[in-house]
């Protein structure tokens, strides 16, 4: 349940945001995170819900972006849809990829809220 | 846009900066529970330990039972409790460096805890990432896990002693999966009780060791 962990570090980024721009919470977060990051959407969520109480965000929206998994091939170049366990190339089946997408863990953008 | 384990990411950095000025060589093991890592870290210290000085870090979530084991064959060793927590982090590991910055280290292994799931999100500063996927556990977990699997620089079969009773496990069909998840880490089939495998494991080491812990110049 390392969700958990990655909640509490995105409190502590929130906070610091909020102290860096003097406002007053946080109105929405907006996350990307892809199949390959190992966090687990739903996980995160019920983290975040349960860790948020009396920080910046209390009242703040979770948006959670889905990534799909994309990758480069590099033996012929091809770039295509993969999934977690199969990241081989669609087009000529080498496994000589590399991932372009999927393994995001991003805080995407963070809506402040300012005044009373 | 920035990652959300940016904090960790950052002191992860910091520890790379402090093994890499030490000219310590850094190796996250990372496996299920039960899967040989500290019976692969008893080997490795006998065998090693006249050539390189060695000290381990190890998560556990419970009990000093690993700890104790790797103290007796001599070496420096910090435990990190983790309690409820499912893996290490780079600030953990931090804390644990400088509890053993007395003497000086030219092999540290971070024995991550057990589990193929949580540790892969975190990195502790680390040279490379070792898995080790034992012979009951089956061969395709690099399928099931493959966040996990994803990051080795390295897959060591362990328990390969026990292959004439689980013929189920086919070590060609792991690589195989290894492969599907494109990664072109190279496999060991090792058995730290009867040895098998074991001389290639030290050389890979040793290898890594002299290319200053790039593990894309390492060949097995």
């Known amino acids: 349940m390392h969700e958990l962990s990655i909640s509490r570090a995105l409190l502590d980024q929130l906070a610091g945001l909020v102290r860096q721009h003097n406002a007053t919470g946080v109105s929405a977060i907006t996350l990307c995170i892809g199949p390959l990051s190992g966090i687990e959407p739903a996980l995160l969520r019920a983290a975040y819900m349960q860790s948020r109480k009396q920080t910046v965000a209390e009242h703040a929206d979770l948006i959670i972006l889905p990534a799909a998994v994309r990758v480069l091939c590099q033996e012929c170049a091809a770039v295509s849809e993969a999934t977690p366990a199969r990241l081989t190339c669609a087009a000529c089946a080498c496994s000589r990829t590399r991932l372009l997408s999927g393994d995001e863990m991003l805080l995407e953008s963070v809506d402040l809220e300012f005044g009373a | ?220």
């Open chain 2, 1 to 220: 846009m920035r990652g959300l384990l940016c904090e960790n990411d950052r002191a992860a950095g910091h520890n790379r900066r402090h093994f890499d000025l030490h000219q310590t060589l850094a190796i996250n093991l990372m496996s299920s529970p039960g899967a040989g890592k500290t019976a692969l870290l008893e080997a490795s210290i006998e065998a090693l330990s006249a050539t390189f000085r060695i000290a381990v870090i190890v998560g556990d979530l419970e009990t000093d039972n690993d700890a104790r084991r790797i103290r007796a064959k001599g070496v420096p060793v910090v435990q990190i409790t983790t309690g409820s927590a499912c893996h290490l982090d780079a600030a953990m590991v931090h804390d644990a460096w400088h509890q053993l910055r007395n003497e000086p280290v030219d092999l540290l292994f971070i024995e991550n805890v057990g589990n193929l799931v949580c540790p892969a999100s975190f990195a502790l500063g680390q040279h490379a990432d070792v898995i080790l996927l034992s012979v009951p556990e089956g061969d395709d977990k690099p399928a099931k896990y493959p966040v996990m699997f994803r990051c080795a620089d390295l897959m060591l079969i362990t328990k390969i002693d026990l292959l004439p009773y689980l013929a189920d496990f086919v070590p060609e069909r792991a690589q195989r999966y290894m492969n599907e998840i494109g990664n072109p880490a190279p496999t060991l089939a090792t058995s730290s009780r009867d040895g098998t495998g074991m001389d290639e494991w030290f050389g890979w080491l040793r290898r890594l060791h002299a290319a200053q812990g790039h593990p894309a110049e390492v060949a097995t």
